[in-house]
C-alpha cells in the first residue's frame, strides 16, 4: 500500500475500464459505479503490484486478509443503497477500500477491524488520502454497541450465522448486508428491519470471503 502514488492517466483511465467490466457483470447503480470510478485502488497495493490493482480479482493485504474484488465491492455496496448522510457500521475494515466507497457515496463511515496492523495501517492511510471516517479495533461480530444505531450495516467477511447483535444495532428501515455460509463459501445475504420484531430476508448469489472471526462467529 502506497500514498505516494500519482493518480494520473494511466490510473484513471484503468478505473474507467473497470467501471465498464463491473456494469457487463451487471452492477447498475450508477452511484456506485461513479464512486467505484473516483477511488484510487492503486494506492491500496505496493507499488510493484500497482497493475493488479484495476483487475477484478481480490489481493494480500497482509495479515492473511485480502482486499476484496471491485465486482464484490460494488455488489454489497449497491446492496445498501446509501443515502447521503447515512450512518453506516462496516465490520472488517481490511484495507480501507470498501470505506472509502461508501464515502464517496456520502456515508457516515464507522468501522471496525480486529487485525491491529491492518487498523493501524488503514487509520492512518485513509485521511492522508482524504477520506475521513470513524475506526475501531475490535470484534465487530458483535457489531459497535457504542455508537449503535446504524442506518446499514455491511459485513465484509464470512460469517457462519447472522448475529443477533446487528440487528439490534439497526434503525427501523434499516439494512443488513451479511456473507453467510461455511468457511469456503457464503450466499449473499440482505435483511431488512421493519419493525423490532419483523425482517425480511433476502438470500442473493455465492461469494468466496476470509472468515469472520469473533464471539459471535468462527
Ligand atoms: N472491504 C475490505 C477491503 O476491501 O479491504 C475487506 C477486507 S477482508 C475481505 C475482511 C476483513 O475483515 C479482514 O481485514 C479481517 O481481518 C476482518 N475481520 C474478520 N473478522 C472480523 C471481526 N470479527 N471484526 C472485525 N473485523 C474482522
Redesign the pocket.
Known amino acids: 500500500m502506497n500514498t505516494n502514488f500519482t493518480d494520473g492517466y494511466r490510473e484513471k483511465g484503468a478505473r474507467k475500464k473497470l467501471v465498464e467490466e463491473l456494469k457487463t457483470k451487471g452492477i447498475e447503480d450508477e452511484k456506485v459505479l461513479a464512486a467505484i470510478g473516483k477511488v484510487p485502488r492503486h494506492f491500496?497495493f505496493h507499488e510493484n503490484f500497482w497493475n493488479q490493482a484495476y483487475k477484478d480479482i481480490?489481493f494480500p493485504?497482509g495479515?492473511g486478509?485480502?482486499?476484496?474484488t471491485p465486482f464484490t465491492?460494488a455488489y454489497q455496496t449497491q446492496l445498501l443503497h446509501i443515502h447521503k448522510g447515512d450512518k453506516v457500521l462496516?465490520?472488517?475494515?481490511?484495507?480501507?477500500?470498501?470505506?472509502c466507497v461508501l464515502i464517496e457515496l456520502g456515508a457516515k463511515v464507522y468501522t471496525?477491524?480486529?487485525?491491529e496492523k491492518?487498523y493501524n495501517h488503514t487509520a492512518l492511510m485513509l485521511p492522508e488520502m482524504g477520506y475521513k471516517a470513524r475506526f475501531f479495533l475490535?470484534?465487530?461480530?458483535r457489531g459497535y454497541e457504542k455508537r449503535a444505531p446504524y442506518d446499514k450495516i455491511i459485513v465484509?467477511?464470512g460469517a457462519p450465522t447472522v448475529p443477533e447483535e446487528l440487528l439490534k444495532q439497526l434503525n427501523i428501515g434499516g439494512i443488513l448486508v451479511i456473507p453467510v455460509g461455511d468457511q469456503k463459501l457464503q450466499k449473499m445475504i440482505t435483511i431488512l428491519k421493519l419493525s423490532e420484531t419483523d425482517y425480511e430476508k433476502i438470500v442473493l448469489d455465492t461469494f468466496r470471503?476470509?472468515?469472520?472471526?469473533?464471539d459471535k462467529?468462527w
Open positions: 491500496f481480490a493485504i495479515e486478509q485480502t482486499i476484496s465491492v462496516e465490520i472488517g475494515t481490511g484495507s480501507g477500500y470498501q470505506t471496525i477491524e480486529r487485525q491492518l475490535g470484534d465487530g461480530s465484509t467477511a470471503f476470509v472468515p469472520l472471526v469473533g462467529a
